[in-house]
């Protein structure tokens, strides 16, 4: 048995981390666990027509596991905009999910072109997507706010020209 | 107040007749951007839109929503009907605007969804 994979990293200065939510973050990753069931999508570029499917699927798989209704929507909707985010702004990448006994970690990496101004991209309001991406209702520019505030704690690298790493976790309980 | 009641007070018509619309529902919200309709974590809600296509029954998915009412004469595709008729998901069609199909129910004591 290994320690879970978000625990490889070293805590502080790879995560951020949701106020208050630093010592189950220590526990979890003190704690031996293997992933009790891994799940990969693939996510092409502007398929709107498919774009959202891992997403469902992670919750309807994690309804069944029981987790609370609150909970669900919070998984679901930070995972649904990373998931957006993907076909929408980038030239294609994948969702990996980590299911825990007591919170999922999940994986969004694409093959660039990356962000120029994280900082910038975390500001509510603040979109680049283009008009196509804007007349399915997208481009509120809230992806990553709503990500952030969903999450108990949130990794993100890039920048222009790189692919894109995000990621995060919650915590069931 | 119930759907049926709802449905009534915005002269509005259902696109899945099957649909369950005795339902009771507690709060609304109401726009026409994706992702201000992801604020809505904290409780099931009714959801009022000009946005009709597939990605509007998919945030179904993702949030409970309990009905969603098209405003502005809006209609949906069938394949975007038949979506919702998977879910068991109401969608109806309002010819009222957004601003007064919203200010209806809250006049008629409708909360907002807390976010």
Redesign the interface.
Known sequence: MQACEAAKYNMADYWNIVPGMENALKECFSRAAEAEVTLEFVIPEKDFNNAGKGSSEVKNLLKRLGVDSEVLRRIAVASYEAEINVAAHSIGGKMTSLIYDDMIHIKFEDSGPGIGDIAQAMVPGYSTADDLVREFGFGAGLGLPNIQRNSDALHISSEAGEPTLVEFLIFFA | MTLREIIALLDAEVLNAEADIDCNVPCAFAS?????I??C??EPTLLLTG?T????V??S????LIAIIFVRGKRPLQDVIEMAEERGLPIITTKMTLYRSSGLLFNAGLRSCKI
């Open positions: 026409d951007l994706i992702s201000d992801l604020m974590t904290k946005l296509n597939n990605q509007v998919r945030l998915d993702m949030i409970d």
